[in-house]
């Protein structure tokens, strides 16, 4: 189902028309009222009389999270203060929060961008969604509320956690449609099991998860337990939340919904704009956000574009899931490479553990990757020639999935250090190298 067919299904021509003028008057906007960026459109010895379409856009200065923390809290405001009828934060667990103020077109193209996202898994009306997202600073609660009102559906704003009344309401409201992120559907659906309850037979339909990366293998696994179509979500509060893009019926990446938010992919290292299909980090510019806009913000999510048409119907690109993060990228003989890439390998071997650490080094000129991946204690136990087995099957699963040659050995049970906070899962002594020398 096509919530805005007007914008969602047009041509490519006409597209490019929207774009350009919403860019026009965005640049406009930004270099008379936000002193912020008129100095980086300054420094960059560009201005709006420079932009005659969206292909200008890679004319424009990046914009990065540290820049707009350091402008917190108001510094990104393109209104006057009354304007603004609703405040969002990012969560500034690292730092200071990034700050997003909602006029009322704003938080009207937001509920819009939520209708689409809601249709696009067949949500009307005639639905009960139970929204599990957290309602708050945090964007999910209120983003898919406002897409559910629009619609018209019915909303029950029970927001995340409290699993025993989310299962009773999802039992006595005979909730639809379920949203929340894909981690938790899957504890729900253990704690209706152990409850006895049975998740797959109580009528949902659809689910809509986000606000964390997941996998094919999580969909397999929640598309068989909760019975309903999973659609994967994406969004962010440097740009507005839940809305910028969604996965259709067809499961083949992610529509942006870029009459309002305007995608590129870049190569992290030049910022150069990259081709379709070429992986690398997720630039967005807001087109028609009025309170806090932003130009060409670098998301750190790594994705590929994909033009093609899609079968639903809809015309706008898609973005391919997120595949990780730039802070996290590899590069290996010119080949990008993913820690969750090689995670998503080692999970599916028998006798090993979830813990590993890749080393990267040089060699006569060529860059070798040594993955290091614990055993458990049942393999450690074993014969010595098993290990080698164990070692050459995983990489030759890596070689299927990645297509670089790696390297991989066994390690003794619990050597590898665990980490409370992030895990350290890189060694790169080809940098460590240059930094000495
Ligand atoms: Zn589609």
Known sequence: MIWSPDYETLDAPALARVQGERLGRLVDVLYRRVPFYRKKM?????????????GDIQRLPFTTKDEMRDVYPYGLLAVDLRDIVEIHTSSGTTGKPVVDAYTAADIDIWSE???????????????IVQNAYGYGLFTGGLGVHYGARRIGATVIPISGGNTKRQLAVLRDFKSTILTCTPSYSLFLAEAAQEDGLDLGGLGLKAGFFGAEPWSESMRTEIE???KLLSIDIYGLTEIIGPGVAMECECHEGMHVN????????????????????????????????DGTPVLRYRTRDITYLDHRPCACGRTTVRMHRVLGRT?????????????????????????????????????EQLDELEV??????????????????????IEAELYAALNIHTRVRLVEPRTIARSEGKARRIIDKRTLEEAHG
């Not at 010895?45 to 005659?52: F, M, R, S, T």
């Not at 961008?113 to 639905?127: E, I, N, P, V, Y």
């Not at 992919?265 to 299909?277: C, F, N, Q, S």
């Not at 049942?378 to 099957?393: G, H, P, T």
């Open 327 to 363: 802070d996290d990228m590899l590069i290996i003989r010119g080949v990008n490479v993913f820690p969750s890439q090689i995670e998503e390998v080692i999970l599916g071997v028998e006798g090993v553990e979830p813990h590993y650490q890749l080393v990267v080094d040089r060699r």
């Open 42 to 54: 300054e420094k960059a010895a560009v201005g709006p009389q420079d932009i005659q379409g969206i």
């Open 372 to 393: 290091q991946v614990e055993m458990n204690d049942a393999v450690f136990s074993d014969e010595i020639r098993n290990l080698e087995q164990v070692e050459r099957k």
């Open 258 to 289: 870029e009459d309002h938010f305007f995608p590129e992919v870049i190569d992290p290292a030049t910022g150069a704009v990259l081709p379709d299909g070429q992986k690398g980090e997720l630039v967005i510019t807001t087109l028609t956000k």
């Open 113 to 127: 961008a939520m209708a689409r996202t809601l249709s696009s898994g067949g949500t009307t009306r005639h639905d």
């Open 224 to 226: 068989g337990k909760l």
